[in-house]
């Protein structure tokens, strides 16, 4: 199954601004490269809590099917 045929229109826009490749077929990777777009942003500002907000569902859907 590819990914980008379970992933809403919504979900692909948050890869896209995240600049990940969601074309590949390894959602595990894709996990990894949210993670690390998430804590690569500020904690002082809340950056972080609300990256995870907003990709929490997301990553939610990535692990179901790795």
Do not use: P
């Amino acid at each position: 199954m590819q990914l980008v045929n379970i992933l809403t229109e919504n979900e692909i826009k948050l890869l896209n601004k995240a600049q990940i490749d969601y074309s590949k077929e390894d959602a595990n990777m894709i996990i990894t490269e949210v993670t690390e777009f998430i804590m690569s942003h500020s904690q002082k500002n809340g950056d972080v809590a609300k990256l995870q907000d907003e990709y929490s569902g997301l990553l939610k859907k990535l692990d179901k099917v790795s």
